[in-house]
């Protein structure tokens, strides 16, 4: 089980390696410079419908190709693709590599995931072979505390009298 932890966490890191390598420099360069016409904007999104991170973002790309940082990564944009393979918005983006690592970390995902499911079946027909013994043990609690609740010790004599039977008894005496 343990294996599968860590592919799992090996995938997060390579995910958080490749969105931090193809996005921040996007957003770093969005953040020191300024447009004429509107804010540049530009941010990274989990797109929870779709379970993907993205980069969504507006006028973010330079009119003029100046070789500054952050233009590789814009070159390397592409659109943001639905799993029917449509193209998500205009402003959607991702990369080759955020799509690989996310694959690669989804992946990881269902496999932990079936292992979990795998050993909780396991458990759980292990159990139901118990449940009988279990609900018979929960009955014979349930009657034992019925039972101590109808009885009472009389610490005076050491003898055993019916609560039931005392109450019964002052009832009677009542109805005279």
Known sequence: ???FYEEVDEAAKALHTAVSEDFLPIISRIRASTAPFGERKGEILYAREHEA???KGKRFTPSV?????GELQIKQLRHAMDSKGKKVGDEWFTTAKVEDALMRYHEANDKAKAKVLELLRGLSAELQCKTNTLVFASMMLIIAKAL???VRLDMDT???HRSTFILSHDAGAMEQ
């Open 65 to 69: 190709w100046a070789e500054t940082p």
């Open 158 to 160: 050491n003898s055993f």
């Open 53 to 55: 991170v993205w980069f």
């Open 1 to 3: 089980m343990e294996n």
């Open 148 to 150: 101590c609740a109808h």
